[in-house]
């Protein structure tokens, strides 16, 4: 494998909270709370140097502005380098991705990336208002729209074009859950039967409500280090960040000139794959967005594990299954983990990472060498895509 | 400062005079909103609804009125003259009036005397039990020989809201007196609160609002549970010492739930769980599924009674129903007939009485 000159970028420790409905806990708590375990997950590493926040709206669903200085203090940290990422529900990863950049170039050698976010203290509808500041102000939220609504919109047209079966949009949801169950950090830690499924009440048609993921506070963070930088002991608690790639797409869903395909999505694959020299085959697992199933569809398709319109057959033949060919959402993705919004990529990463070093216990998947983890903003807005590999 | 440890003595309300439940009373308006009809009019999903119907009070009730029903069947079945009283309050989330007291309205309507003491309680949901508890120090002090707590709401749910669905009308008034003449002695009382700000309506606010899923884990189970279990554990008691229990009944899962967690069978809610045919009453819901259970209730029978009131507390008393009960339960209409005077609303009748129309 190709490996140029500049130094190489590991996680050495991840600590991730229960995603949850926190509301005895203040915003900066779950953030200290979250870096203290990933410190605890690499004890002999050095004070990290920086800390980079990824966060969607903790200024306006917490009027807290100003994360990073106000967490690298709780967080015993004072004097750091530090700054907030937004890239709405990418931020965690985009987070990660402004961490690589830094190592990678060689300015500094160690990092805290967190995610945090904590806005279940908010009416569900005054949070649907917050949340719709993803998309395009002018032509989009003011007139109503939020991102379940806009998906909603591009999953009727996904049905129209692709009739797929209602059996196997909701197999998405079931995969999901039925990982998850084995996940002590979820939200939603129940399997899901199809006949509970099938029951469900639309929610935003033509979703269900086990359709879309739940909304949710939650904190997790990453220690990241410079390879050189890592102390002996910890090596093999650590993984490479082989490729990470950060794409945009035309904000507003009427600009774009084909809507049911997730271009960012598509382009992030391709350039995160190109920086750590493989192809999709050299993948073990995909730790997918799963907001919506929507979002899973096109996910699936962008990335080219399916052909246009025909990836809900992969939810159907068990490819998507843990044991099957390409695992997904292996410890419950968003639906069942629950969905922490701004915090969610670091989660997606700190997930694939417990499976590539064998400590993801009841979620365990077998053989995983290399993950394929993708972070999407808004209605495919913004993808990040990183992929992690073991070091052995 | 330290606290004197002579003034805790323990975490029980118990009265120095034994006292009890000389007579107990429930009103119940006869309209009815189905659940399935406000889905219809709001495009709720009917599978799941929070309970099948409500009760709705009409054009010329409100909580005066219904308050004056309950407190002359509880009068009935005390067999004491009103002038007997010597206080006279009234619970509640939707007194008539920002200012000006129900309590006396109801006390003059009632014939009580001048000499007492009146006034309106407001504790959310426990607005009821709140003066049950203080009707409980008053008589157990020895300060009066007969007081007067009634628990009485036509609640407010903002149209096109999930409390729409429950928000109803009724509840109930409870006479207490020596434990001697009682039909059922009360004895313990228990309080248990927090600041927890689950659901509230500020000044001038026509409708509550309320903090959602918030209102569940942290809010109700929290302080019913620890209201329950507190009472139960300080007087040695487990659920199967209970022939009854009644929980606060915004809906029917949620008493259901805290019930079983409590040790309580189904079997042993039944009789209080009013929720799924009358909705939720607010702060008569507790008192109107106690008076269900006196109206069936056997001499030497024991009741858990627990309230929720949001902002957030939660009452307990423990009841052991006593001999008199036999002669009085006849004596005015039982809780069931009330139920079963039912009269089916559509959702523009409903508005219509509840005066969500404009007119001028």
Known sequence: MPRSSKPQVLIAGVGMLPVGEHWQQSLRGLAVQAIRLAQADAPAMPRPQAIFVGNMLASSASHQANLAALVAE??????IEGVTVEAAE??????LRQAFIAIRSGLIETALVLGVEKVTDHPAEDLDALIARSLDSDYESAIGLTPHSQA???????????????EALGAFARISRSNGAGNPLAFRPQPLSAEAYAKAPLQVPPFKTWDLAPVADGAAALLLTRDDKLPKPLRQNALRVAGVALVTE????HDRPDPLFFEAAAVSVQEACRQAGIGLADLDFFEYTDATVLHALLSLEAAGFAPRGQAWRLAQDGSLDRYGSLPVATMGGSNARGFPLGAAGVYQLAEAALQLLGKAGACQIDHAQRALVQSLGGTGTTAVTTILERLA | MTVNPESRPGLLLQPKVKTGIIGYGA???????????????????????????????GLDEDVI????????????RAGIHPEELRAVWVGSESHPYAVKPSGTVVAEAIGASHNISSGDWEFACKAGTEALVAALGMVGSGMGRYAMAIGMDTAQGKPGDALEYTAASGGACYILGPAAESLAEIEAAYSFVSDTPDFWRRAHAIYPEHGQRFTGEPAYFEHVGSSASTIMSEMGLQASDFDYAVFHQPNKKFPQRIAKELGFSPEQIETGLLSPRIGNTYAGAALVGLSAILDVAKPGQRILMTSYGSGAGSDSFILKVRKPITERQNKAPGTEAYIARRLEIDYATYLRYRSEIKVK
């Not at chain 2, 308006?29 to 009070?57: C, F, M, Q, S």
């Not at chain 2, 009125?65 to 009935?76: D, F, G, P, Q, V």
């Open chain 1, 90 to 95: 990418a931020s965690g990863a985009a987070a």
């Open chain 2, 27 to 57: 009103y119940i308006p006869r309209y009815r909103l189905p659940a399935k009809e406000v889905a219809r009019i709001w495009g709720g999903n009917e599978d799941g609804l929070p309970v099948t119907e409500k009760a709705v009070a």
């Open chain 1, 250 to 253: 035309r904000l507003a869903l």
């Open chain 1, 74 to 79: 709780y967080a015993n940290l004072v004097g």
């Open chain 1, 152 to 166: 909603a919109l591009l999953m009727q047209r996904y049905i129209a074009e692709y009739a797929p079966s209602s």
């Open chain 2, 65 to 76: 009125t219904m308050s004056i029903e309950a407190a002359r069947n509880a009068l009935a």
